[in-house]
């Protein structure tokens, strides 16, 4: 980096005063944990409009936020598709159809859920690599936070980790999930209106939205794509060929929109916690149709900066331009923070990195309420201490937190030193997440589904997905974590790295979902209906809310959440 | 859970707009504003933040949260 920011006094008064607050709202929440439900599932007595923004919230980490910037400035408004086809269903889907099981089984987590509908080894498959999952992925982010700000404002690095380590720990610690949750509350708040001003000025500097259209209109000629693959999100999907994503609209909805989106927003149980915390049965359902609604918009808040990014870059000049690699292209994953610094003057610029830090908190904070959940329910009250009492669980709970945020500063610090074992990691559980929807589809849906079905169906699904990533390979990767690492591969080289992952996905859910079917068939249902009640939609009585208008309904909700979701398809197509 | 977080979010963006505010006013012009196109984008953005802190704080003294009602099932079948 040539240029590091400079802060000034204000900008250190500001982020201060945030970490105050974020303390201080952990502090005066303390007196209210008395029992483990109050730790983890914060009583179950949080209102709708809270646990929306806090299910949002609890996704939006510094990984997504500088992601989704990073896409945007490399797949332009196609990235929107992560959104507009991928989140937004499968939200309302999670609201509508699955919200019922989760919340009236009273299972206390997603695993627990399995265990109720299923047998108990599949519980512990899901609750073991969900468990791990949470606690590396929250030490990647850190990792990619610490760097960034050394990068950036040259703190550091031990002390970036250790402070944010530190200030998380004492929130929840005090406060449990309800802290975790006010805090998002207050950090999704901060996000928006931190980059707001970001928008607007990247916006202005680029000429408005025509500005900004003519330019990438430049970038995508440059690149050899026809003009409008940089600003249209659905008119070059017919062939892999014609959009920067490698992609074809196919493999698009099915692995983005269907399997991989469905599979995280419908049994991730980072987000799917947020919503069990809910007041009511009819807060519960409605918390994901509520987060739908500024989801939808955040494309605008995440993506434009990488596509202003890239477009400004591309027109040279002493104007904006993003800092290159070692190796030559672009980093795109620098677009937002590198903006912050050029638009941003002392003042406001201690607002924007206030901002990258909460999403970085709020991200972080949702794995380790998460993590401490399943490890003290899921795993030491399963499988090493059955009787304690809950006096006892929730001194585990808080225990729990201290070493998930340790071990997560473990994995922070082992990706300094082998960033390709973290890659495989990712990778590892991205095989064992893919097929997890077909489980709970079935699982769900069809009550002849058995507890072998989806243990050896998730079991398979993995390993097709491993084969199918061992067997296939990027455009100009190398053999290795990229994929073709099987003998006798690559049986097919896709045009991009997402290509891959889509298709990874399609192939892990489509090998679940088969394998569960079958061997459900070979073997004997244990389950009881009586005992499948509530857990399987045939067998639960439909919940009716009466004395509403249609639009008030989760269905109604529903329908004009995917309403609208179609009409910004159709703007930006 | 008697803490309503509308008051701790409607205080933090009071704090964060008036400072915003006060320190744009009183850089008014520095050359600090060059890299916000000329805009004064703390004095502006600090009265946004300001207006959004105070609506925050008076949504939750005007209307505050009613007592949860709780429709959730009764204990199902006993997690073990």
Redesign the interface.
């Known amino acids: 980096m040539d240029q590091g920011i400079q802060l000034g006094g204000?900008d250190y008064?500001?982020l201060a005063?945030?970490f105050v607050?974020v303390l201080?709202?952990g502090w005066?929440?303390k007196a209210?944990q008395k029992t483990s439900e109050d730790f983890f599932l914060?009583?179950?007595?949080?209102?709708a409009w809270?646990a929306g923004l806090a299910f949002l919230s609890a996704n939006l980490g510094a990984q997504e936020v500088i992601g989704m910037a990073a896409s945007g400035a490399k797949y332009g408004i196609a990235t929107s598709h992560f959104y507009w086809v991928g989140a937004i269903p499968a939200m309302v889907f999670v609201g509508v159809f699955m919200m019922p099981f989760y919340?009236?089984?009273?299972?206390?987590s997603v695993p627990?859920y399995l265990?109720?509908r299923f047998d108990e080894k599949t519980r512990g498959f899901n609750a073991i690599s969900f468990a791990s999952m949470t606690v590396f992925s929250s030490g990647i982010s850190m990792y990619a936070l610490a760097k960034l700000f050394q990068v950036l404002l040259g703190w550091d690095f031990d002390f970036s980790i250790w402070i944010s380590a530190l200030i998380v720990l004492v929130y929840i610690y005090m406060g449990g999930l309800?802290s975790a949750i006010?805090n998002e509350?207050?950090q999704f708040?901060l996000i928006v209106?931190g980059f707001i001003?970001l928008v607007f000025?990247g916006l202005?500097?680029a000429g408005g939205w025509d500005g900004l259209v003519a330019r990438l209109h430049g970038v995508a000629t440059a690149n050899g794509y026809p003009e409008g693959a940089w600003t249209q999100s659905w008119a070059h999907m017919g062939s892999p060929q014609s959009n920067p994503m490698g992609v074809e609209w196919f493999g698009m909805v099915m692995g983005l929109g269907f399997v991989l989106s469905f599979g995280y927003w419908c049994t991730d149980f980072l987000v799917v916690q947020r919503a069990m915390a809910a007041?009511?049965?009819?807060s519960a359902r409605r918390t994901p149709l509520i987060a739908a609604v500024p989801k939808m918009l955040f494309p605008f808040l995440v993506i434009f900066p990488g596509m202003i990014a890239v477009a400004l870059t591309y027109q040279g000049g002493d104007g904006f331009t993003l800092p290159r690699m070692a190796d030559g292209t672009y980093d795109y994953t620098m677009s937002i923070p590198m903006m912050l610094g050029?638009?941003?003057?002392?003042?406001?610029l201690g607002?924007g990195l206030t901002a990258l830090m909460a999403s970085f908190m709020s991200g972080m904070a949702g794995n380790v309420t998460a993590f401490n959940t399943v490890w003290t329910?899921d795993i030491y009250?399963?499988y090493i201490k059955?009787d304690g009492t809950d006096q006892h669980y929730l001194w585990m709970g808080r225990m729990t937190t201290i070493f998930g945020i340790l071990v997560s500063v473990g994995c922070a610090y082992l990706a300094t030193a082998f960033n390709n074992i973290m890659d495989f990691l990712q990778l590892v559980f991205a095989f064992v997440n893919a097929p997890l929807f077909a489980t709970f589809l079935l699982g769900m849906f069809w009550r002849r589904a058995t507890g072998h079905g989806a243990f050896f169906g998730l079991v398979l699904g993995t390993l097709a997905a491993a084969v199918h990533h061992g067997l296939t390979l990027p455009a100009g990767a190398a053999v290795g974590i990229k994929g073709g690492w099987l003998p006798g591969s690559p049986l097919h080289t896709y045009p991009s790295e997402m290509a891959q992952n889509f298709w990874t996905a399609i192939w892990a859910w489509t090998v679940c979902f088969v394998a569960t079917i079958a061997i459900s068939w070979l073997t004997r249902q244990k389950k009881s209906d009586d005992d499948l009640k509530?857990l399987v939609w045939a067998l639960t009585p439909k919940i009716k809310e009466h004395g509403l208008p249609w639009w008030k309904t989760p269905e109604g909700l529903g329908a004009l959440v995917l309403a609208m979701a179609v009409v910004l398809n159709a703007v930006f197509w | 859970m008697r803490l309503d977080i509308r008051t701790p979010i409607g205080l933090m963006f009071s704090i964060f707009g008036g400072l915003l505010l006060v320190f744009g006013i009183v850089t008014e012009g520095d050359a600090i504003y060059e890299r916000s196109l000329g805009i004064n984008v703390n004095a502006s953005w600090g009265a946004v933040l300001l207006a959004f802190g105070a609506a925050m704080l008076w949504l939750g003294r005007a209307h505050p949260a009613p007592p949860p009602v709780s429709d959730a099932p009764p204990e199902g079948p006993s997690p073990s």
């Open positions: 204000i008064v500001i005063i945030y607050f201080g709202i005066a929440l209210h914060s009583g179950r007595s949080i209102p809270i919340y009236g089984s009273r299972a206390r627990e265990k109720l309800t006010y509350v207050l708040f209106l001003p000025l202005r500097d007041d009511s049965m009819a050029h638009y941003f003057p002392p003042g406001i607002l329910y009250q399963s059955k509530g």
